[in-house]
């Protein structure tokens, strides 16, 4: 099973179309063909299904593209370590969940890089759950997100907390006296698709099972315009919008018959990593 291959199976993936796979690649059709079929032979199952028009994976192949990003994750994280290696002494590799990023993290990436000349600073952006993965794969090595990570070997560490607060522009706001939970259901609610730890299965519980939202984002940090613009309501962290709310750019909305968790995020780094401990220890310094 080389990379080749299994990026040939990740392009493929996405564009769904072996001519366009393989214009994308700078392959022969047929080269897109033979190495699709060799992982097939190697993991034994048919990895798409023959549509109208092109492909779609099947349930193996939606299973064995999880691992097949992960690899070429490990395979890139490698030559980074490695290339990162030769030109400094040490390097840091931080996971972060936008939110947490736009809430207060810059400080803290700045310091570190300006104080530690000698390591190389690395920013991923990703969701709580693939981060966390990503730093039990070693691809990353201290992840701030919003859930903690439960295993031994490693540190979480609660790192701050922040209020949960239902947003929109003033102009557009019918609340003003506060919002009742079944408002909520019937309001142009922005979904952002985002995981805020409790406080996101919260968010889910205030509506109904299977509730079809009219538009959905999966990067918080692009909710704040769309209501400033007038466009819908949504829940976002105080410190994310605090800027915009004191300008009076957005109005926090006061909920009547339900209570708002607050939001806590978490460090988690691998026990007896003092580098990662450093970044938060004085700001890195």
């Known amino acids: 099973m080389n990379s080749d291959g299994i990026r040939t199976f990740i392009m493929l993936s996405k564009l769904k179309n072996f ?12 080269t897109v063909t033979n190495r699709i079929a060799e992982l ?6 048919k990895l798409f299904a023959r549509r109208q028009g092109g492909v779609e994976l099947t349930e193996e192949g939606k299973l064995f593209l999880t691992y ?18 030769a030109r400094y002494e040490k390097q840091l590799r931080a996971g972060v969940i936008n939110a947490a990023y736009e809430s207060g993290l810059y400080p803290y990436f700045r310091n570190f890089f300006e104080s530690r000349k ?25 992840a701030f997100c919003y859930l903690p990570l439960k295993k031994t070997g490693f540190v979480s560490k609660k790192f701050s907390s922040d209020k949960l607060v239902l947003l929109s522009s003033p102009a557009r706001n019918e609340y003003k006296k506060g ?8 309001c142009e609610y922005i979904m952002c698709n985002f995981a805020f730890g409790d406080a996101g299965e919260f968010i889910r519980t205030l509506f109904p099972p299977r509730h079809a939202f009219r538009f959905e984002i999966d990067n918080s940090g692009k909710v704040a315009q769309y209501l400033i613009d007038g466009v819908g309501y949504s829940f976002l962290p105080y410190k994310m919008a605090e800027e915009d709310i004191a300008a009076g750019r957005l109005e926090v909305i006061r909920p009547v018959d339900f209570t708002v968790p607050d939001i ?22």
């Open 264 to 285: 806590i995020s978490y460090c988690t780094y691998r026990r007896g990593d003092t580098l990662a401990e450093s970044l938060l220890e004085g700001h890195g310094k």
């Open 68 to 85: 097949a990003q992960r690899i070429i994750e490990l395979e890139e994280s490698f030559v980074r370590e490695v290339n990162a290696t």
């Open 40 to 45: 097939e032979s190697e993991t034994g199952k």
């Open 118 to 142: 000698d390591v190389s600073l690395k920013i991923v952006l990703g969701h709580s759950v693939d981060l966390l993965q990503m730093l039990q794969d070693r691809i990353i090595d201290v």
């Open 179 to 186: 919002i009742r939970k079944a408002e909520l259901a019937e």
């Open 19 to 30: 001519t366009r796979t393989a214009e994308c690649m700078y392959v022969a059709q047929s």
